[in-house]
Protein backbone atom coordinates (compact mmCIF):
# COMPACT_ATOMS: atom_id res chain seq x y z
CA UNK A 1 0.00 0.00 0.00
CA UNK A 2 1.13 3.40 -1.01
CA UNK A 3 -0.69 6.68 -1.20
CA UNK A 4 1.96 9.69 -2.35
CA UNK A 5 0.66 13.21 -1.94
CA UNK A 6 2.72 16.31 -2.65
CA UNK A 7 0.88 19.54 -1.15
CA UNK A 8 2.50 23.03 -2.67
CA UNK A 9 6.16 21.51 -3.52
CA UNK A 10 8.53 24.18 -4.71
CA UNK A 11 12.05 23.43 -5.53
CA UNK A 12 14.70 26.17 -6.66
CA UNK A 13 18.37 25.55 -7.16
CA UNK A 14 19.72 29.17 -6.07
CA UNK A 15 17.82 31.76 -8.23
CA UNK A 16 16.55 29.30 -10.21
CA UNK A 17 12.69 28.09 -9.73
CA UNK A 18 12.17 24.86 -11.26
CA UNK A 19 8.96 23.23 -9.18
CA UNK A 20 6.14 25.72 -8.25
CA UNK A 21 3.13 24.80 -6.41
CA UNK A 22 3.19 21.01 -7.48
CA UNK A 23 -0.23 19.49 -6.15
CA UNK A 24 -0.31 15.66 -6.56
CA UNK A 25 -2.35 12.96 -5.42
CA UNK A 26 -0.97 8.98 -6.41
CA UNK A 27 -3.21 6.23 -5.44
CA UNK A 28 -2.05 3.10 -4.71
CA UNK A 29 -1.32 0.96 -7.70
CA UNK A 30 -1.62 3.96 -10.24
CA UNK A 31 0.37 4.04 -13.41
CA UNK A 32 1.63 7.96 -13.19
CA UNK A 33 3.47 9.27 -15.98
CA UNK A 34 5.03 12.23 -15.65
CA UNK A 35 5.22 14.08 -19.27
CA UNK A 36 6.84 16.87 -20.45
CA UNK A 37 9.52 18.50 -22.40
CA UNK A 38 13.42 18.26 -21.75
CA UNK A 39 14.39 20.83 -18.63
CA UNK A 40 11.09 21.03 -17.48
CA UNK A 41 11.70 19.37 -13.88
CA UNK A 42 10.59 15.93 -14.18
CA UNK A 43 13.40 14.36 -12.94
CA UNK A 44 14.10 17.08 -9.89
CA UNK A 45 10.38 16.39 -9.26
CA UNK A 46 10.78 12.70 -9.08
CA UNK A 47 13.73 13.21 -6.93
CA UNK A 48 11.79 15.15 -4.61
CA UNK A 49 9.16 12.02 -4.39
CA UNK A 50 12.41 9.57 -3.57
CA UNK A 51 13.49 11.75 -0.89
CA UNK A 52 16.86 11.86 -3.13
CA UNK A 53 16.41 15.86 -2.59
CA UNK A 54 14.30 18.16 -0.35
CA UNK A 55 12.11 20.57 -1.58
CA UNK A 56 12.86 23.85 -1.39
CA UNK A 57 9.04 24.78 0.20
CA UNK A 58 5.85 22.14 0.13
CA UNK A 59 5.64 18.59 1.75
CA UNK A 60 5.27 15.23 0.06
CA UNK A 61 3.82 12.67 2.26
CA UNK A 62 4.00 8.70 1.70
CA UNK A 63 1.27 6.67 3.63
CA UNK A 64 0.63 9.44 5.58
CA UNK A 65 4.27 10.23 6.83
CA UNK A 66 6.48 13.04 5.28
CA UNK A 67 8.92 11.33 2.95
CA UNK A 68 12.21 13.06 4.57
CA UNK A 69 11.40 12.22 7.88
CA UNK A 70 11.75 8.35 6.77
CA UNK A 71 14.98 6.61 6.60
CA UNK A 72 15.74 5.54 2.81
CA UNK A 73 15.74 2.27 3.19
CA UNK A 74 12.08 2.29 4.92
CA UNK A 75 10.44 4.01 2.49
CA UNK A 76 9.79 1.16 -0.05
CA UNK A 77 10.77 2.99 -2.98
CA UNK A 78 12.90 1.96 -5.50
CA UNK A 79 14.35 3.76 -8.62
CA UNK A 80 15.19 3.22 -11.80
CA UNK A 81 17.59 5.39 -13.49
CA UNK A 82 18.12 5.58 -17.35
CA UNK A 83 21.22 5.08 -16.98
CA UNK A 84 21.04 1.64 -15.54
CA UNK A 85 23.25 2.79 -12.99
CA UNK A 86 24.60 -0.95 -12.52
CA UNK A 87 28.07 -1.62 -10.51
CA UNK A 88 30.34 -2.84 -13.26
CA UNK A 89 32.58 -4.80 -11.22
CA UNK A 90 29.51 -6.84 -9.99
CA UNK A 91 27.89 -10.05 -11.77
CA UNK A 92 24.19 -9.21 -12.48
CA UNK A 93 23.25 -11.68 -9.78
CA UNK A 94 25.60 -9.39 -7.40
CA UNK A 95 24.21 -6.64 -8.59
CA UNK A 96 20.58 -7.77 -7.49
CA UNK A 97 21.41 -9.16 -4.25
CA UNK A 98 23.53 -6.18 -3.26
CA UNK A 99 20.65 -3.98 -1.49
CA UNK A 100 18.85 -7.03 0.25
CA UNK A 101 22.60 -8.47 1.77
CA UNK A 102 23.11 -4.78 3.04
CA UNK A 103 19.49 -4.86 4.79
CA UNK A 104 20.65 -8.63 5.96
CA UNK A 105 17.75 -10.72 4.18
CA UNK A 106 18.13 -14.19 4.36
CA UNK A 107 20.12 -15.85 1.73
CA UNK A 108 17.37 -18.11 1.49
CA UNK A 109 14.90 -15.05 0.60
CA UNK A 110 17.57 -13.21 -1.46
CA UNK A 111 17.85 -16.46 -3.64
CA UNK A 112 14.18 -16.68 -4.01
CA UNK A 113 14.04 -13.25 -5.07
CA UNK A 114 16.58 -13.55 -7.53
CA UNK A 115 14.91 -16.24 -8.96
CA UNK A 116 11.35 -14.99 -9.32
CA UNK A 117 12.50 -11.47 -10.63
CA UNK A 118 14.96 -13.45 -13.48
CA UNK A 119 11.85 -15.56 -14.00
CA UNK A 120 9.68 -12.23 -14.47
CA UNK A 121 12.39 -10.48 -16.94
CA UNK A 122 14.10 -13.15 -18.70
CA UNK A 123 17.29 -12.50 -17.06
CA UNK A 124 17.86 -16.24 -16.11
CA UNK A 125 20.72 -16.89 -18.58
CA UNK A 126 22.92 -14.22 -17.48
CA UNK A 127 23.00 -13.52 -13.66
CA UNK A 128 26.90 -14.84 -13.42
CA UNK A 129 27.64 -12.05 -16.34
CA UNK A 130 28.92 -8.86 -15.47
CA UNK A 131 26.94 -5.52 -16.96
CA UNK A 132 29.80 -4.71 -19.52
CA UNK A 133 28.89 -8.39 -21.59
CA UNK A 134 24.90 -7.13 -21.54
CA UNK A 135 23.17 -5.27 -24.05
CA UNK A 136 21.35 -2.01 -23.40
CA UNK A 137 18.35 -3.81 -22.83
CA UNK A 138 19.36 -6.71 -20.79
CA UNK A 139 20.86 -3.71 -18.83
CA UNK A 140 18.04 -2.23 -18.39
CA UNK A 141 16.07 -5.20 -17.38
CA UNK A 142 18.90 -6.36 -14.73
CA UNK A 143 18.49 -2.56 -13.65
CA UNK A 144 14.32 -3.03 -13.51
CA UNK A 145 14.81 -6.33 -11.62
CA UNK A 146 17.10 -4.66 -8.95
CA UNK A 147 14.12 -2.62 -8.22
CA UNK A 148 11.64 -5.73 -8.21
CA UNK A 149 13.81 -7.90 -5.71
CA UNK A 150 13.36 -4.81 -2.95
CA UNK A 151 9.81 -5.70 -3.27
CA UNK A 152 8.94 -2.04 -2.71
CA UNK A 153 5.21 -0.17 -2.53
CA UNK A 154 6.51 2.28 -5.91
CA UNK A 155 8.53 2.14 -8.40
CA UNK A 156 9.91 5.60 -9.75
CA UNK A 157 11.38 5.16 -13.26
CA UNK A 158 13.40 8.29 -14.69
CA UNK A 159 13.32 7.64 -18.88
CA UNK A 160 14.29 4.27 -18.03
CA UNK A 161 14.05 3.40 -21.77
CA UNK A 162 15.26 6.85 -23.72
CA UNK A 163 18.99 4.79 -23.60
CA UNK A 164 17.12 1.86 -25.73
CA UNK A 165 16.95 2.26 -29.92
CA UNK A 166 13.28 2.54 -31.37
CA UNK A 167 12.19 -1.29 -31.34
CA UNK A 168 13.59 -2.28 -28.62
CA UNK A 169 11.49 0.66 -26.48
CA UNK A 170 8.26 -0.82 -27.85
CA UNK A 171 8.70 -4.02 -26.44
CA UNK A 172 9.99 -2.78 -23.36
CA UNK A 173 6.94 -0.86 -23.04
CA UNK A 174 4.86 -3.98 -23.35
CA UNK A 175 7.04 -5.60 -21.12
CA UNK A 176 6.42 -2.78 -18.33
CA UNK A 177 2.86 -2.94 -18.79
CA UNK A 178 2.62 -6.35 -18.27
CA UNK A 179 4.87 -6.15 -15.21
CA UNK A 180 2.46 -3.57 -13.81
CA UNK A 181 -0.80 -5.56 -14.41
CA UNK A 182 0.90 -8.64 -12.48
CA UNK A 183 2.20 -6.70 -9.46
CA UNK A 184 0.01 -4.07 -9.33
CA UNK A 185 2.14 -1.92 -7.55
CA UNK A 186 2.23 1.92 -7.57
CA UNK A 187 4.51 3.12 -10.47
CA UNK A 188 5.89 7.02 -11.28
CA UNK A 189 7.26 6.78 -14.74
CA UNK A 190 8.90 10.01 -16.20
CA UNK A 191 9.53 10.64 -20.11
CA UNK A 192 9.85 13.51 -22.36
CA UNK A 193 7.85 10.57 -25.03
CA UNK A 194 3.72 11.60 -25.33
CA UNK A 195 3.56 8.21 -27.25
CA UNK A 196 4.96 6.69 -24.18
CA UNK A 197 3.01 8.43 -21.47
CA UNK A 198 -0.24 7.74 -23.51
CA UNK A 199 0.66 3.96 -23.70
CA UNK A 200 1.70 3.54 -20.31
CA UNK A 201 -0.33 5.69 -17.82
CA UNK A 202 -3.65 4.94 -15.96
CA UNK A 203 -3.15 8.47 -15.19
CA UNK A 204 -0.51 11.62 -16.99
CA UNK A 205 0.70 14.59 -15.39
CA UNK A 206 1.63 17.04 -17.84
CA UNK A 207 4.44 19.03 -16.73
CA UNK A 208 5.90 22.46 -18.52
CA UNK A 209 8.04 24.90 -16.77
CA UNK A 210 7.61 23.11 -13.27
CA UNK A 211 4.04 23.48 -13.24
CA UNK A 212 1.54 20.63 -14.07
CA UNK A 213 -0.23 21.88 -16.54
CA UNK A 214 -3.10 19.38 -16.62
CA UNK A 215 -3.64 15.76 -15.01
CA UNK A 216 -5.82 13.14 -16.28
CA UNK A 217 -6.71 10.01 -17.92
CA UNK A 218 -4.54 9.54 -21.78
CA UNK A 219 -8.09 9.68 -22.87
CA UNK A 220 -9.00 13.05 -20.97
CA UNK A 221 -6.18 14.47 -22.15
CA UNK A 222 -6.21 13.76 -26.35
CA UNK A 223 -10.55 14.39 -25.39
CA UNK A 224 -10.10 17.80 -23.61
CA UNK A 225 -6.66 19.67 -23.36
CA UNK A 226 -6.85 22.08 -21.08
CA UNK A 227 -4.85 24.46 -22.93
CA UNK A 228 -2.89 25.05 -26.28
CA UNK A 229 0.46 23.81 -24.91
CA UNK A 230 -0.88 20.59 -23.82
CA UNK A 231 -2.91 20.09 -26.95
CA UNK A 232 0.04 20.57 -28.92
CA UNK A 233 2.38 18.26 -26.68
CA UNK A 234 -0.32 15.37 -26.58
CA UNK A 235 -1.02 15.59 -30.36
CA UNK A 236 -4.87 15.98 -30.52
CA UNK A 237 -5.79 19.26 -32.41
CA UNK A 238 -7.21 22.10 -30.26
P1 LIG B 1 13.88 17.15 -16.91
O1 LIG B 1 14.11 15.89 -16.13
O2 LIG B 1 12.44 17.47 -17.12
O3 LIG B 1 14.61 17.18 -18.22
P2 LIG B 1 15.34 18.38 -14.72
O4 LIG B 1 14.46 18.14 -13.54
O5 LIG B 1 16.52 17.51 -14.88
O6 LIG B 1 14.44 18.37 -16.04
O7 LIG B 1 15.86 19.87 -14.68
C1 LIG B 1 14.99 20.99 -14.57
C2 LIG B 1 15.82 22.24 -14.44
O8 LIG B 1 16.51 22.24 -13.20
C3 LIG B 1 16.88 22.39 -15.51
O9 LIG B 1 16.95 23.76 -15.86
C4 LIG B 1 18.15 21.94 -14.81
O10 LIG B 1 19.27 22.56 -15.35
C5 LIG B 1 17.90 22.41 -13.40
N1 LIG B 1 18.57 21.56 -12.39
C6 LIG B 1 18.32 20.26 -12.12
N2 LIG B 1 19.09 19.80 -11.11
C7 LIG B 1 19.87 20.85 -10.74
C8 LIG B 1 20.88 21.02 -9.72
N3 LIG B 1 21.25 20.03 -8.91
N4 LIG B 1 21.45 22.24 -9.64
C9 LIG B 1 21.08 23.27 -10.43
N5 LIG B 1 20.13 23.17 -11.40
C10 LIG B 1 19.54 21.98 -11.54
MG1 LIG C 1 15.20 14.19 -16.61
Same mark, same amino acid.
Given at each position: ?15 ? @??? +? ?5 ? =? ?7 ? $? ?21 ? /? %? *??? @? ?23 ? +? ?27 ? #? =????? $?????? =? ?5 ? @???? =?? #????? %? ?9 ? /? ?12 ? &?? /? ?7 ? &? ?6 ? *? ?14 ? &? ?24 ? %? @????
Amino acid at each position: MSRITLEKVCKSFGAL @GVL +HDIDLDI =RDGEFVVFV $GPSGCGKSTLLRQIAGLDRPTSG /E %I *HID @GKLVNTVPAADRGLAMVFQSYALYP +HMSVRQNLAFGLENARMPRAEIDKRIAEA #A =RMLEI $GDYLER =RPGQLSG @GQRQ =RV #AIGRA %IVRNPTAFLLD /EPLSNLDAELRISM &RA /ELSALHDRL &RTTMIYVT *HDQIEAMTLASRIVVL &RKGRVEQVGTPLDLYNRPANRFVAGF %I @GAPS
